[in-house]
């Protein structure tokens, strides 16, 4: 049992990197939140006084504003289902002997390990590009004309795109959670006759409820910032202009930093709230 003694020094000791996160967190907010009051155009102007909450009402007034919303959680929702679907089923087949089972894994999980910037790249220009892409190759094998993928189907690309990378990651913890099931449940239920689609079910589903919890936050948190894929491919035409994007715009296209400072304490607030709400999720799933 630990003595008060070893608990301050232990407090002791975290402390220096307790007030070093502290600083790389509240130092940008602080600042993001100073700059949201104020109108502050660097190339035009510089600092032009205060402006109380006029940013945050033109930002949340602006035409572009639910519309950047709606695409942000269409394409964190889209790239959940798709994950956590596919996630499972490829950890099961993973979870089956095979023959060079191990280097298959690394194949499947080497995706996650891409930059999103030089896999938008990759998709953009190797795939997706409709004279020398892969598809339009495929497209009109089949006698089929080539799909402007990134404007006529630019959502779908996105998604595509973010999906593809995120995906390792879910077989990835969907593996780890289906390789502690009790294989001896398993093989219960198969003498007793339950078929395959019962003992998924029944069995396996249940199990993995909470690694599919965590799945479920961890990719939220960081899809709510999705940039990189967007500014690579579509620039935010075409319907795919998220929140971060629209923040970006205003900031360094705009140079409009107090407009994009409010922009910034809006998604912040945004985030939030769907972090308490999965928080709670993840604190029933892991007390059960």
Do not use: C
């Not at 509240?26 to 600042?31: E, N, Q, R």
């Amino acid at each position: 049992m630990a003595t008060q003694h070893s608990r301050s020094a232990a407090r002791f000791m975290m402390a220096p990197a307790v007030a070093l996160l502290l600083g790389w967190m509240l130092v940008p907010l602080t600042m993001t939140l100073y700059f949201s009051f104020k109108n502050y155009l660097p190339l035009r102007g510089g600092d032009l006084g205060w402006v109380g909450f006029d940013n945050y009402v033109r930002f949340v007034t602006s035409s572009a504003f639910w519309p950047s919303v709606q695409a942000t959680l269409v394409i964190v929702g889209a790239v959940l289902v798709i994950t956590i679907v596919f996630g499972v089923l490829l950890a099961m087949l993973l979870d089956q002997p095979m023959w060079g089972q191990g280097v298959v894994r690394i194949l499947v999980i080497a995706p996650f390990f891409v930059m999103p910037t030089v896999s938008a790249l990759v998709w953009k220009n190797m795939f997706m590009d409709p004279v020398n892409g892969l598809f339009a190759h495929l497209w009109q094998l089949f006698g089929l004309a080539p799909i402007e993928w990134l404007s006529q189907a630019s959502m779908t690309s996105i998604i595509i795109i973010v999906a593809w990378q995120w995906l390792p990651f879910a077989t990835l913890i969907l593996l780890t959670a289906i390789q502690s099931l009790d294989g001896e449940q398993m093989e219960a239920a198969e003498m007793d006759g339950a078929p395959p689609l019962s003992r998924f079910f029944w069995l396996v589903l249940p199990h993995l409820s909470r690694a599919i919890t965590i799945v479920v936050l961890i990719q939220m948190i960081f899809l709510l910032g999705i940039f990189a894929e967007i500014f690579v491919t579509t620039q935010g035409s075409f319907g795919t202009r998220t929140l971060t994007y629209l923040i970006y715009q205003r900031v360094l296209e705009s140079q409009n930093v107090g407009l994009g400072s409010a922009g910034g304490i809006y998604a912040v607030i945004l985030a939030n709230i769907i972090a308490i709400f999965l928080m709670r999720i993840v604190g029933k799933n892991l007390d059960a």
